[in-house]
């Protein structure tokens, strides 16, 4: 049996987020388009006899306790299907952790999709979207591997977008988390907003748009300065990811991101990457 793994988990960003209200569970039904991204945490699945899921990774920013989302992905499976094996998980953490870039639902998806194969448990895509749904509202989005998808419900409900595009980017991430529960208290505060109107097209000036912006940036003005950042260099395009603090804008090739980032990395507070659709 093939007890050892590895796994690319990769970034999203949301290139239109819209929030729709709240639901009676306390989440929120969302419509939002994610794109996956060629930015990349590093994930090791290694079955140990122990019956011990342990979570081992050089980051000081992720939890390696049961508090761990990808440590809860194993339990949920492990649990459910009896398996009397533990698993080492070794993440090594390139994803900014509290940024909008879902790298926590990315891997615990990794290991979902992973330890479906390594246990043999013989689950299709259905039912690993119904164990992601279970853990985080992004999850179900990392267990395919659509380029674009449409995210609504909770965000667990995908629908892929068969856009024949390819976006570079370049990414300017402020050295802090934002509390995303913390964003939503402060939505919630304020919900006389109107609705935008959501656009079917894949032209990417139509469709930019995020409903959290205005939140985060009053809550972390650290953020809306890394987005007049990106806007004063000449970039058009640009937004926040998620609930931030992750600001990404668009450009025309990996060349001029390099160029780019070349600059932006002289900026004192700011983590820089160039990344493109994967």
Do not use: C
Not at 19 to 36: S, V
Not at 77 to 103: H, M, Q, R
Not at 253 to 264: I, P, Q, T, V
């Amino acid at each position: 049996m093939n007890v050892f793994m590895i796994i690319y988990s990769p970034a999203k960003l949301n290139l239109y987020l819209e929030i729709l209200g709240k639901r009676q569970d306390g989440y929120h039904n969302i419509r939002t388009i994610f794109e996956r991204i060629s930015l990349f945490d590093k994930i090791t699945l290694d079955v140990n006899p122990s019956g011990v899921i342990i979570i081992k990774s050089a980051s000081g920013d992720i939890p390696k306790d049961s508090n761990n989302i990808a440590y809860k992905a194993a339990k949920l499976l492990k649990d459910d299907f009896g398996i009397k094996d533990g698993v080492d998980i070794e993440i090594e953490k390139n994803i900014p952790v509290g940024a909008g870039l879902g790298g926590g639902s990315s891997n615990a998806a990794s290991v979902l999709v992973g330890l479906n194969k390594i246990w043999k448990l013989g689950l299709n895509k259905k039912k690993l979207v119904e164990y992601a749904a279970k853990l985080g509202s992004d999850v179900a989005f990392f267990i395919y591997e659509y380029a674009f998808a449409l995210g609504e419900s909770r965000g667990e409900k995908i629908t892929p977008l068969n856009w024949k595009r390819k976006f570079w980017h370049i990414l300017l991430v402020p050295k802090f988390s934002v509390s995303t529960r913390l964003i939503y208290q402060e939505l919630d505060k304020s919900d006389d907003w109107s609705k935008r109107a959501f656009k079917k097209t894949d032209r990417i000036e139509k469709i930019l748009f995020n409903r959290l912006e205005d939140i985060t940036f009053k809550k972390y003005p650290e953020v809306k300065k890394a987005k007049d950042i990106l806007r004063e260099q000449g970039l058009d395009n640009v937004l926040m990811s998620g609930s931030g603090s992750s600001v990404f804008g668009i450009i025309k090739s990996r060349k001029e991101g390099l160029k780019s980032a070349r600059f932006f990395r002289r900026l004192k507070g700011y983590r820089v990457f160039v990344a493109a659709t994967v």
